[in-house]
């Protein structure tokens, strides 16, 4: 087995914004020399408030980006090293959108099948019985098989994208955001899901999430992100009784702000910020 | 699968059960719901079912000439006849007869015209859209030099200079109108370049021409369907606009165009001579526009679910 399942080493993304075309282009580094390593069964979760680059470190991982600098490792290969095909059996992706993520033009059933389609494996009615249990898996009932996108809820086409990543049997899934475009109701029942698959299978996750409420109770680990760095990363309870980060601290006093609109606490002072960091 | 999912499974069928319309009955309901789409449905069914039979129904040859029964007028006429229901042109030509072969020529040149032109405008604007960058800069040069040629200046220039024929005004043609499929297929492609399904086919390790020919392109076709009829109407009346000026299809074929063209000097004696083949090119224009007003209703976006 890998030591690692998952390594990132000084993994970086810069971007040029544009300013109009006779200023200078400004540097935006998104993600900005991140190391970062998850053991197999291991569950890690990436927080950071919107726009600190936790999408854009995902999509370096899934192959959808390149890096400006560092390297991913899966399975203690690089990415990069083998194909796409060997590396999608490995490493699979849960995206935040369930209305974008599931091609409106196919049916449920062509796009759980998609996976085994591409990767030739199996014939047409061992990949339709294929399709049929990693759907009683995920607890997609089966008549929904020839409905159309379009015609199911967001927890059901969630549940979906959860099947389609499964079918072959990666041991890595980056969930970026899961469930923030869901209903509050339905969040917890694919975060319950998550984590019976994960019990079920030995699965090991990268969970990405803006709130730390979420990953509370899902996760081993925590790293916290912010403007493309990891200020602080350590086991559940250190981050939550313990936390040394002023950022971390700030983030965790907002999960537990009575009033979710107050927002962000200003404790952001710089000289605690510098000792800490 | 442990308790806790089952349960969890049960409750979310519960509470988010949609009420399953099959998806044909739901468009059935909306085509029929359209007045316009409806008839001009409906119109250019009948045009093309008569275009296809016209061999079947036609009560003359077409291309039979008859001396002594030049330019007799329409039965509605005080002196027409039932023989000729829509008269005879001045070489004594059925005109019905010669109006059905008619309509499988301006039939014909708008299909394959739309086709060729939707192909090229869909290729260049699907790769333009979804890789961006400097691809997107070259074809959108392409397109906007094709955008500042006057169309019909550049297809009588070009058929004048080739020669008229029912080939090469399908293929003149098929190679000037492709500006608003490459257009529209940029737009819809950028918009859904960065979807999540296209993402998460290429982490699948799907090839390119698969995530544009299967994922993306069923995605844009009903607007490129829209686009289609736009064109084909478009180019049935170039058609008759070269043929008119004798740039197009030649003689003896009967092209509505040519039709309105031999009869413009009888036109003032005789009108129906170009008002028979001038009704017959606005009503199937008509039809074909009504028609793509009516799909575009369809996809919009209130209408899709
Ligand atoms: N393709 C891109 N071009 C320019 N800037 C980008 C691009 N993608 C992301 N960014 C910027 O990088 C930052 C991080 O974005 P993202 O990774 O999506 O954040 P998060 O997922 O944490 O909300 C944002 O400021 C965003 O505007
Ligand atoms: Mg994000």
């Known amino acids: ?277 | 699968m442990s308790d806790a999912t089952s349960t969890v499974s049960t409750v979310s069928n519960a509470n988010t059960f949609l009420p399953v319309v099959p998806e044909w009955r739901r468009t059935l309901n909306r085509f029929l719901g359209h007045r316009g789409l409806l008839m001009g449905s409906i119109i250019l069914g009948l045009i093309v079912v008569l275009a296809i039979l016209a061999p079947w129904l036609v009560p003359h040859d077409p291309y039979l000439q008859n001396i002594s029964q030049r330019m007799i007028p329409p039965v509605w006429h005080e002196k027409g006849s039932w023989e000729h229901v829509f008269g005879t042109d001045k070489l004594g030509r059925d005109y019905l007869s010669r109006l059905l072969y008619g309509a499988r020529i301006s039939l014909t040149i708008g299909l394959s015209a739309a086709l060729i032109s939707g192909l090229i405008g869909t290729t260049l604007g699907v790769l333009a859209g979804y890789f961006g960058g400097r691809v997107d800069a070259v074809i959108s040069y392409i397109i906007t030099t094709r955008l500042a040629m006057p169309v019909v200046l550049v297809a009588l220039a070009m058929s004048a200079l080739v020669g008229g024929s029912l080939q090469m005004v399908i293929i003149l043609l098929g190679l000037l109108l492709w500006d608003r499929f490459a257009v529209v297929a940029r737009s819809t492609t950028q918009q859904l370049r960065d979807a999540e399904f296209i993402a998460s086919a290429k982490v699948l390790g799907a090839s390119t021409t698969y995530i544009l020919v299967r994922e993306l392109l069923p995605n844009i076709l009903s607007a490129l369907i829209v686009v289609m009829t736009l064109e084909m109407a478009h180019a049935i009346l170039l058609e008759a606009t070269l043929s008119f000026l004798g740039l197009g299809v030649q003689p003896p074929m009967p092209s509505w165009g040519l039709m309105i063209s031999e009869g413009k000097a009888y036109m003032f004696f005789k009108p129906w001579v170009i008002a028979i083949p001038g009704i017959a090119l606005m009503v199937l224009v008509l039809a074909i526009n009504l028609v793509g007003d009516g799909l575009r209703d369809m996809n919009a976006p209130e209408g899709r679910n």
Request: glycine share 8%; with cysteine; charged share 20%.
């Open chain 1, 1 to 277: 087995m890998a030591e690692y399942a998952l390594e990132l080493t000084n993994l970086s993304r810069h971007f040029y914004l544009k300013n109009g075309a006779f200023k200078e282009p400004t540097l935006l580094k998104a993600v900005d020399g991140i190391s970062l390593r998850i053991r197999p069964g291991e569950t890690l979760g990436l927080v950071g408030e919107s726009g600190c680059g936790k999408s854009t470190l995902a999509k370096m991982i899934l192959g959808l980006l390149e890096p400006t600098d560092g390297d991913v490792l899966i399975n203690d290969k690089m990415r990069g090293a083998s194909s796409r095909l060997s590396m999608s059996r490995q490493l699979q992706p849960i995206f935040q959108d369930p209305y974008s993520s599931l091609n409106p033009r196919k049916t449920i059933e062509q796009i759980i099948r998609l996976p085994l389609q591409l990767h030739k494996m199996g014939d047409a009615n061992s990949q339709q019985k294929a399709v049929k249990d990693i759907s009683d898996l995920v607890g997609l009932p089966e008549r929904l098989l020839t409905n159309y996108p379009g015609q199911l809820s967001g927890g059901q086409r969630q549940r979906v994208a959860i099947a389609r990543a499964l079918i072959l049997k990666p041991n890595i899934l980056v969930c970026d955001e899961p469930t923030s475009a869901l209903d509050v109701s339905v969040q917890a029942q694919i975060l319950n899901l998550l984590m019976d698959l994960k019990k079920e299978l030995g699965l090991t996750y990268l969970f990405i999430s803006h709130n730390l409420g979420v990953v509370e109770h899902l996760v081993d680990r925590v790293a916290v992100m912010y403007r493309g760095k990891i200020v602080e990363q350590g086991t559940r309870e250190d981050i939550f009784q313990n936390a040394q980060h002023p950022y971390t601290q700030a983030l965790l006093s907002s999960v537990l702000t009575p009033e979710p609109a107050l927002g962000l606490p200003e404790v952001l002072d710089s000289s605690a910020w510098n000792q800490a960091s």
